[in-house]
């Protein structure tokens, strides 16, 4: 047998594990064990007379995870058992708990010993062979609230009715907050703790006609009247009249057809208020909603993405409530087809330029399988002209690349990584896309899904590109295995050679390839490396050749403009949910790195989500940083130890342009934009993302197949 230690964090996994075999106990559970050794016992009285409490849940408590078992139930006499059959079919001999009694009447619940909070509940630690006794408990009453719900228009009673107790100030009752009224509409809400409270009702169908109402009658949390609540007290006839409203129904889609929204509604009413509502999505196609529990009336519709991927629109197509088009509610009957064609938000995925051609940017937006690029600066942008990695499904950006050409002709050469499954390969056009050639990656090379990382050019050697090839298996029972090969160009794109040191024979992941823009051959890469001692960074000094493992305690890397020992970088984020992530900086090449003496951002607190984040070196200053994240677009001048604001607001992506010696690029949500003097003054390049469809495509955009007897 083993002991179990439930404050180490891979307790987690076996946690749930227990929680599953706990479900299989609990089928059988006894009110009193009498087939084994007691572990555990106690009685459960009321404080008033000192009276038993039968039927009080027993829950043992994970003091570590939020992980529960009911364990046992109290009798007529209030006394339950646990036996060590509890421990023993996990096979544990030892472990420590918090209990809770889990009063269902008129008592209130409470925690071991004598408390209303987990947090300040005793520890109780358990043993195979050892009784613990004397875990009692001396429950005090709480108040009840009872009452019926009816049609007002009927004054009969309603069925599968939903109430819920709030504070006045309007947050739900946890213990309080789904209770079920029965086939005559009543309802019994007992064990409640004396205070004031507001009461609410709703259908549980989102079916039904009837509106939800606080009590007694309002649809407002702030006009329901407060109930205030007694021990011992039963306060009886908290009745409702629901009346009878209707439903709207309609389908919500996208200005681009290969994007579905989810659609997410405010309803108001005429006096602009936002009015409570319940949307269902249709489990067939979730673009068609039903808004349900409405009163007759008229009402105004604010429609948005749940994904947040379109831009927001009053009903019919308006940017303002007032201006907003009327949808009116009949009693017992539906309003359909309100529907509305949300416009994607363009949101730019990547950005290409290169140190050998000046004025010409490829960029790459969300949703939009085909690149844009201008060669005159931004005056003028328009898609390539075909793009035969495209299919009729294709939704993804690919990755883009730049480099030039020495041959006649157009002095760019423009590079698409696409990794969908029918046209896998690497594309190269040197005529503005009119027509293309194809790298191939053999099927023998890979034999489950394909992505890429990359083409990314050397800033110092805009002739020398990097990609990362990855083969993705997924096993038959879950999970994968991955296997990135780096393939290097040293002919501007044309022709590729494997690194073979690279990673290791198997099992190997690489996320980011990272140039130098000192040292010309020195390169980094950035992934998982279990055949290089679990290394999650590697370095070469002479241009992917060979490679050595390095020990960064960063995730995100990010080089100096001038001083090659300088890197900067962001630490990784913590899954246990301990640790705070930090800016951090190295003078020496990686060998020691010292937190940045300001943080800017929350880059991640414990017990907070993760927020957007990306780090920035400028392409010709050194120590010039900038960090976008939740807080805003920061700049520091010393390498992090201070930094100024210069945007409230985040953005979508900061690029360098390395055709542009010292310009930096940004994309916004109103298009792309442009600094020469690092981000104090900024100029529109490309609003909304403007740009003109090809026209002067000589095939077919989408093609049957793929031709590669081009010669870019």
């Not at 416009?343 to 085909?370: C, E, F, K, M, Q």
């Not at 090839?469 to 590729?496: E, K, Q, V």
């Not at 003054?681 to 740009?691: D, L």
């Amino acid at each position: 047998m083993k002991t179990l230690r439930f404050a180490h964090p891979l307790a987690l996994s076996l946690w749930i594990a227990l929680l599953a075999l706990a479900a299989l106990y609990l089928t059988a559970l006894p009110t009193l064990a009498q087939s084994d050794d007691v572990i555990l016992s106690g009685r459960v009285t009321s404080d008033v007379e000192g009276s038993p409490v039968p039927n009080v849940q027993i829950q043992l408590i994970d003091p570590y995870f939020p992980g529960v078992f009911d364990v046992a139930i109290t009798d007529s006499s209030g006394r339950y058992t646990v036996t060590e059959s509890f421990l023993n079919q996990f096979d544990i001999v030892t472990a420590t708990f918090k209990v809770r009694f889990q009063s269902g009447g008129m008592h209130l619940s409470e925690y071991y010993d004598n408390t209303d909070t987990l947090e300040e509940a005793s520890l109780v630690t358990l043993t195979t062979n050892a009784v613990v006794s004397g875990i009692d408990a001396s429950l005090a009453l709480g108040g009840q609230i009872s009452g019926q719900v009816l049609s007002a228009e009927s004054n009969q009673p309603l069925d599968r009715m939903v109430l819920a107790l709030y504070t006045p100030a309007g947050e739900p009752v946890p213990e309080h907050s789904f209770i079920t009224a029965d086939d005559n509409g009543s309802y019994d809400i007992t064990g409640i703790v004396s205070g004031t409270y507001k009461l609410g009702v709703r259908p549980a169908d989102s079916d039904s006609y009837y509106v939800g109402a606080y009590y007694p009658n309002t649809q407002w949390l702030t006009e329901a009247q407060p109930i205030q609540v007694a021990t011992g007290v039963y306060i009886d006839n908290v009745d409702f009249a629901l009346t009878l409203g209707g439903h709207i129904t309609g389908t919500v889609t996208s200005s681009n057809h290969r994007i579905w929204p989810k659609p997410l509604i405010e309803v108001y009413d005429d006096e602009g208020r936002l009015v409570p509502s319940r949307i269902t999505l249709s489990q067939q196609d979730e673009r068609d909603y039903t808004l349900s529990h409405l009163l007759p009336g008229n009402y105004r519709l604010l429609i948005r993405d749940e994904y947040e991927v379109h831009w927001p629109e009053y009903y019919d197509n308006q940017t303002e409530l007032g201006s907003a088009t009327l949808v009116t509610v009949t009693a017992g009957a539906v309003t359909g087809n309100v529907n509305a064609e949300l416009a994607l938000i363009p949101r730019v995925a990547g950005i290409a330029t290169s140190s050998a051609l000046s004025d010409t940017l490829l960029l790459s937006l969300w949703y939009n399988p085909i690149p844009v690029y201008t060669t005159n600066g931004g005056q003028a942008w328009q898609q390539v002209s075909t793009a035969p990695w495209v299919t009729e499904n294709s939704i993804s950006p690919p990755n883009i690349g730049l480099a030039p050409r020495t041959e006649p002709g157009l002095p760019t050469r423009m590079l698409v990584a696409a990794a969908d499954d029918s046209v896998t390969g690497l594309y190269r056009t040197g005529d503005n896309g009119q027509s293309w050639a194809q790298q191939t990656f053999p099927p023998e090379q890979c034999s489950g899904s394909t992505s890429f990382f990359g083409p990314v050019a050397s800033p110092t050697n805009p002739a020398r590109l990097y990609l990362v090839h990855t083969c993705i298996i997924h096993m038959p029972f879950g999970g994968s295995l991955y296997n990135s090969r780096l393939l290097i160009s040293r002919d501007a794109g044309i022709s590729w050679q494997e690194s073979g040191t690279f990673g290791g024979p198997s099992n190997s992941f690489t996320s980011q390839v990272i140039p130098s823009p000192v040292i010309a051959e020195r390169v980094y890469a950035h992934g998982s490396y279990p055949q290089r001692d679990n290394a999650t960074w590697l370095q070469s000094d002479d241009g992917g050749g060979s490679w050595s493992a390095r020990e960064f305690p960063v995730f995100d890397l990010v080089l100096d403009a001038e001083d090659a020992a300088r890197a900067y970088g962001i630490s990784p984020f913590d899954y246990s949910f301990t640790a705070p992530r930090y800016g951090k900086r190295s003078d020496n090449g990686g060998e020691q790195w010292v937190n940045w003496a300001q943080q800017p951002c929350d880059l991640g607190q414990p017990g907070t989500e993760d927020t957007l984040l990306q780090l920035m070196a400028h392409p010709a200053r050194t120590q010039v940083l900038f960090l976008r994240c939740d807080q805003g677009l920061f700049r520091s001048e010393n390498g992090g130890d201070s930094w100024t604001e210069l945007a409230s607001t985040p953005g979508q992506l900061l690029a360098p342009d390395y055709g542009t010696p010292g310009r930096i690029l940004w994309g916004k949500n109103d298009g792309l934009w442009a600094s020469m003097d690092s981000g104090d003054s900024w100029q529109q390049i490309m609003p909304n993302y403007t740009f003109s469809s090809a026209t002067d495509a000589q095939v077919p955009l989408y093609l049957p197949s793929i031709s590669i007897n081009a010669s870019p």
